[in-house]
T-cell receptor
Framework: QKEVEQNSGPLSVPEGAIASLNCTYS??????FFWYRQYSGKSPELIMS????GDKEDGRFTAQLNKASQYVSLLIRDSQPSDSATYLC?????????FGTGTSLTVIP | GAVVSQHPSRVICKSGTSVKIECRSL??????MFWYRQFPKQSLMLMAT?????????EQGVEKDKFLINHASLTLSTLTVTSAHPEDSSFYIC???????????FGNGTRLTVT
């Protein structure tokens, strides 16, 4: 069973703080990893892709991948109320995508 | 970025009727398309995977005769909910990807209400 696990939260952070979202995956054959943001009532939106060990930064977002530990994380710096959403972690193995159940983030003004 | 268009965004139909949902990849050729269903406050549930020109692969518990999927070209897949019932009311989301390690791109979803 290929699994992706996330802490469901909810995670609450004050505005301006760093939000840290974590994800683990079970299949060592997974090649690529993605973070999606899903607002209530909307479909998921891709915000980050990461393919190799280390950090990848895009604006206020930083994705981190550690294949040895099978761990992916997403850091959101200077969190804004508009970042309040559910964040989904996904792993791609052989063109099959495995999603975590999502972490609900609330940024408190 | 890659764009996936899904229509209609919202549909209300009467019990017993059929509803067709279209999913198009607008600026890339999608080797694989996925159909998901999501109930309120629940996780995405994969319904089926479709590849152009071949039959869809359905997840366990998803009735293939009720949820007809056609992937006629590299840019178009359709989901038809046949003989819809109120319990089929849900948020249906299509997604598409290129080959290799490309990400999955989602359509905006279709909110189906069966009365």
């Amino acid at each position: 069973q290929k699994e992706v696990e996330q802490n469901s939260g909810p995670l609450s952070v004050p505005e301006g703080a760093i939000a840290s979202l974590n994800c683990t995956y079970s299949d060592r054959g997974s090649q690529s990893f993605f973070w999606y943001r899903q607002y209530s009532g909307k479909s998921p939106e891709l915000i980050m892709s990461i393919y190799s060990n280390g950090d990848k930064e895009d604006g206020r977002f930083t994705a981190q991948l550690n294949k040895a530990s099978q761990y992916v994380s997403l850091l959101i710096r200077d969190s804004q109320p508009s970042d309040s959403a559910t964040y989904l972690c996904a792993a791609n193995t052989g063109n099959q995508f495995y999603f975590g159940t999502g972490t609900s983030l609330t940024v408190i003004p | 970025g890659a764009v996936v268009s899904q229509h209609p965004s919202r549909v209300i139909c009467k019990s017993g009727t059929s509803v067709k949902i279209e999913c198009r990849s607008l600026d890339f050729q999608a080797t694989t398309m996925f159909w998901y269903r999501q109930f309120p406050k629940q996780s995405l549930m994969l319904m089926a995977t479709s590849n152009e020109g071949s039959k869809a692969t359905y997840e366990q518990g998803v009735e293939k005769d009720k949820f007809l999927i056609n992937h006629a070209s590299l840019t178009l897949s359709t989901l038809t909910v046949t003989s819809a019932h109120p319990e089929d009311s849900s948020f249906y989301i299509c997604s598409a990807t290129r080959e290799g390690n490309s990400p999955l791109h989602f359509g905006n979803g279709t909110r189906l209400t069966v009365t």
